[in-house]
């Protein structure tokens, strides 16, 4: 959380731009067999400071406790993502600098930043339909929360597939995103194939529209990352998610 308010404050100064914002809240609840609860916080907000320039702030963040044998409620997942980019248009292409921060207590990462630049190309673009590419580079730091003899520094290929598309008051949301690390060097000065070090994100949704500023719906979610799983075989390299969520549009 210190650093979602971090990546907050810096953003603040954007806000006088021309925005637009849009804030997701998701959870759920088992009983029975197993018990356990989750919540889900995600937001975008957009600022257009003129017609081709575009900073934009996407934090997103994930809380779950299940419970053992005796009904105690231990924390199983704290889960941060936050993206800040701008962005340039020209047409159907777009200028990219990018950045991702990540805390994640499912996979052991104390700190993964990332800092890069890139371009996108529009497929697709009209009232119900979206579809673009991007491709960008990015150098990347991890600090593990096992040992700080398994940090590294790498490079990364990310390439990004968004698709989106309405019908009625329906709307189907997708994007993969590839992220293979061309070139990794541990602490003591090792170096790593790519396939120790990929991470892979895909995400589907599916919203109902309830007016112009209110839809509600469900998403599911899949995330790779191989690095961790090399570093200690207990931690699994896939961690799936699916919510059902509120949307909020401004």
Known sequence: ??????LLLIFIPFLSFSQTYSFTVGGNFTSGNLLSYGLNLRSNINSNVDKVNQISFTPSFDYGNMANTQGQFKMNRREL???VNYERSKNKLKFYVYSEIE???LRKIRIRGSLGTGFSIKIIKNEKTNFDISQLILPEIFESSFSNKRDNWCVRLSTRLRYSRTVNKFKYSGQILL???IYTKLTDGKTLPTKENTTIRVNNSYEFILSKNLSMGFMGELIVQTYT??????????DTNMNLFIKGNF
């Open 1 to 6: 959380m210190k650093i979602y308010i971090s």
């Open 81 to 83: 993502l936050s993206i």
């Open 103 to 105: 805390n994640s207590y």
């Open 179 to 181: 992220q293979p690390a």
């Open 229 to 238: 799983s090399f570093i200690n075989p207990s931690v699994k390299p896939y």
